[in-house]
Nanobody, 124 residues
């Protein structure tokens, strides 16, 4: 059974940094695509960053240059390093995974497995 467990969320001031982690278990191997999504109250779920099985990375424009997605295959852990956080980054952040590289890496309908989420709150 595949499980994704996020950690690392919290409250920071604007301009601060956080690193989110997502530990995966239950996959047969490391050849799967993983991504971070976020959802703020009253808004649709948004793809933030993704990394495919070949190491290709994808970012939504609003975070490019501030966030970095990475994956440690030895630890089965996905990371999202977030710098220069803004109040608009406030949301519940979810980890997602799929055994097949999706056609739209930042499309939430492309992913089969989801974590429970970790809250990120950025105050001004």
């Amino acid at each position: 059974q595949v499980q994704l467990v996020e950690s690392g969320g919290g409250s920071v001031l604007a301009g601060g940094s956080l690193r989110l982690s997502c530990t995966a278990s239950g996959f047969a191997d490391n050849t799967y695509c993983m991504a971070w999504f976020r959802q703020a109250p009253g808004k649709e779920r948004e793809g933030v960053a993704a990394i495919d099985s070949d190491g290709g990375t994808y970012y939504v424009d609003s975070v490019r240059g501030r966030f970095t997605i990475s994956k440690d295959n030895a630890k089965d852990t996905l990371y999202l390093q977030m710098y220069s956080l803004k109040p608009d980054d406030t949301a519940m952040y979810y980890c997602a995974a799929d055994p097949i590289n999706p056609m739209k890496p930042l499309g939430h309908k492309e992913y089969t497995y989801w974590g429970q989420g970790t809250q990120v709150t950025v105050s001004s």
